[in-house]
Nanobody, 124 residues
Framework: QVQLVESGGGLVLPGDSLRLSCAAS????????MAWFRQAPGEEREFVAA????????YYADSVKGRFTISRDNAKNTVFLRMNSLKPEDTAVYYC?????????????????WGQGTQVTVSS
């Protein structure tokens, strides 16, 4: 089992950048595929980005492609989401998730472990 704790959210202006971090407990972090999802008020939780166990494969939602970068440091049990050129429509609670499946996983149902979320608000 793995426990996930996100950090790095905040209130920023349009065009600003943020880097979210997700720290995982346990000694088998590299056996999990990881992802970021987000949920805006009144909306369903949606996929943002995913990374395979060793960081070889990456996948992004079209809405963030070219602006967001997912990465991981298996030595530090941490996955990151670098968010550039933030827009008001990026405002949401961002969740880190872990899956024991291989490759990159895009569906909520593939992820058994979730963090508590971190709020990102983009507003002028």
């Amino acid at each position: 089992q793995v426990q996930l704790v996100e950090s790095g959210g905040g209130l920023v202006l349009p065009g600003d950048s943020l880097r979210l971090s997700c720290a995982a407990s346990g000694r088998t972090f590299s056996s999990y595929s990881m992802a970021w999802f987000r949920q805006a008020p009144g909306e369903e939780r949606e996929f943002v980005a995913a990374i395979s166990r060793l960081g070889v494969s990456l996948y992004y939602a079209d809405s963030v492609k070219g602006r967001f970068t997912i990465s991981r440091d298996n030595a530090k049990n941490t996955v990151f989401l670098r968010m550039n050129s933030l827009k008001p429509e990026d405002t949401a609670v961002y969740y880190c998730a872990a899956s024991q499946g291989s490759g990159v996983r895009l569906s909520l149902e593939d992820y058994a472990y979730w963090g508590q979320g971190t709020q990102v608000t983009v507003s002028s």
